[in-house]
C-alpha cells in the first residue's frame, strides 16, 4: 500500500484484517514515526485497535522502502494524495506519477498495480505507460479501483461495502483476466456477505467513482433548494424527504437538507467532474449547477444569522456547536464552518466555538478572534445567539432549559435540524432550523 494517509491507512488495515499480508509505504518521517508506535494520525473510529491487533499478528507493516514493501507483492495499490494543484485546481498528479515510477522499479514478478486514490480518467493507463517506459521487462497489469468509504464510518463501509468498483485493461492481450483473479482474491473474504464486486474497464470505473460522488452532490444540493421553498411554502423537509425517499428509485439517504456538503471529497470530485466535462466537449451542466448552488448556500447561512440576530451581529456573542465538516472526524476540509465563521467576524460578531474533537484543526483555518470553549454550554454561556453548524450527537442531548439558561439572548439557528421546533419554542427560544415551518 503505497500511501499511509485516509484512503491507504483504512484499506491497508481493513485488508490485513481479511488476513492478507500488508506492508504500508509512508515517506513522511514523522507520520511513519507515529504509525510504527500504533498511534494514529487521523481521528476515525475503530482505526486504532484494527491497526494494533493486525500490527500484533504481523499482517500489518509500516515502512519507508518502497522496493521492500514492492517485492514479491500480488497487488501494489497506489493510495497516495491527488491534492488540488495551484492555480487551476486540477488533481495533482505528481505523487501518483512518482509512485509509479519507484513502484516500476521495485516489481519483481506479476504484479497488478491498483490505483485506490480517485484520480482523472486516463491515470490507470497513465500509469500502465510510465511503468513501460521505466521497466520494459516488468510483468504487469493495472487496475482501477476507486474507494467510497466515508470519514467516521470508513471501517463498516470497507468490510460491509454496497459494491467494490474493478476496473480492468480489457484491451490487454489476455482482456485483464489475470488482473481479475488476483482482484478475486483480494477481495474473496467479500463473497460470504455477496458484496457485489463489479468490474468494468479501466475508464469506467475512474468515471464511476466521480459520478457517484457527484450524483450524491446533487441529491444533497436538490434537497437544500427544496428545503428553502418549504420554508417560503409552510412545508416540512422532513416529511416530504421521507414521502420523497420511500420511492425506492429515490431512496431516503442522502436528503437532509443542511448548510451544504463539505469534506475531501464531494467539493473536489464535483468540480473534477464539471472539469473532466467541459475538457470532453461534454459539459455536465447539473453539476456545473451544484457547485455553484453549494458554494452560494455556505455563504448564505452566515446571513441566515445574521438575519435572525435582527439584521446586525456587531458587537454580539454568537456561540457555534460543531465546527468539522460532519460528526465523527476531525477533518475541516471545506467545512461551511469556515465561510460562515470569518462572514461572522468581518460583520464584528464573537464567536465562542465548541466542537468534541475538531478545534485543533479547526484554529489556523478561522478567524483569529475565535473564542474555543470546554463544551457546548461553556460556547452559550452568555450567548446572544447559538448555532448548530455539526450534529455531533452530543449536541442532540442539550435540553432546551439548559440552553435557554445558559444564554443571554434566545435566538437559535440550527443548521442541521437537530433540536424539537416545539420543545425549543415551548423554552422561550426563538428557534430557526432548515425547511420547517
Ligand atoms: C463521501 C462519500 O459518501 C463517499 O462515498 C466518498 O467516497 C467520499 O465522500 P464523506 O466525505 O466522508 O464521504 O462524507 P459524507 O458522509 O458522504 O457527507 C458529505 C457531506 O455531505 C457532509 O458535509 C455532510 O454534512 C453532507 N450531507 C450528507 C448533507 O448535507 N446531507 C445529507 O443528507 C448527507
Known sequence: MIGGGYVG?????????????????????????ALREGRIPIYEPGLDKLV???????????????AAAVKGAEAVFIAVGTPPRNGDGAADMQYVHTA??????????????VTKSTVPCGTSRRIAE?????????????????????????????????RVIIGLDRKAADGGERAEAVM?????????IEAPLVFMNLET????????????????????????????LGADVHD????????????RKFLHPGPGYGGSCFPKDTLALSRIGQEAGSPIRLVETTVQVNDARKIGMAGRIIAACGGSVHGKKIAVLGLTFKPETDDMREAPSIPILHRLAEAGAEVRAYDPVGMDVAKPMLPPSTVYCK????????????????EWTIFRALAPKAIREAMKGKVVVDLRNIFDPQAMRAEGLEYQSIGRP
Do not use: H, W
Not at 494494533?52 to 522502502?65: H, I, V, W
Not at 463544551?375 to 455539526?390: G, R, S, Y
Open 52 to 66: 494494533e491487533s493486525n500490527m500484533q499478528a504481523g499482517r500489518l507493516t509500516f515502512g519507508d522502502d518502497i
Open 130 to 162: 510510465i511503468i513501460r517506459a521505466e521497466r520494459p521487462d516488468a510483468e504487469f497489469d493495472v487496475a482501477s479501483n476507486p474507494e467510497f468509504l466515508r470519514e467516521g464510518s470508513a471501517i463498516g463501509d470497507f468490510m460491509k461495502p454496497d
Open 9 to 33: 491507512l483504512v484499506s491497508a488495515a481493513c485488508f490485513a484484517e481479511f488476513g492478507i499480508e500488508v506492508a504500508v509505504v509512508e515517506n513522511s518521517p514523522t507520520r511513519l514515526a
Open 375 to 390: 463544551d457546548a454550554l461553556d460556547a452559550a454561556k452568555d450567548a446572544d445567539a447559538l448555532v448548530v453548524l455539526t
Open 184 to 192: 478475486r482474491k483480494i477481495y474473496r473474504p467479500l463473497y460470504i
Open 100 to 113: 509509479a515510477r519507484q513502484i516500476a522499479n521495485a516489481l519483481t514478478g506479476y504484479t497488478v498495480v
Open 205 to 232: 470505473a475512474e468515471l464511476t467513482k466521480y459520478a457517484s460522488n457527484s450524483f450524491l452532490a446533487v441529491k444533497i444540493s436538490f434537497i437544500n433548494e427544496i428545503a428553502n421553498l418549504c420554508e417560503k
Open 240 to 251: 416530504l424527504a421521507k414521502g420523497m425517499g420511500l420511492d425506492g428509485r429515490i431512496g
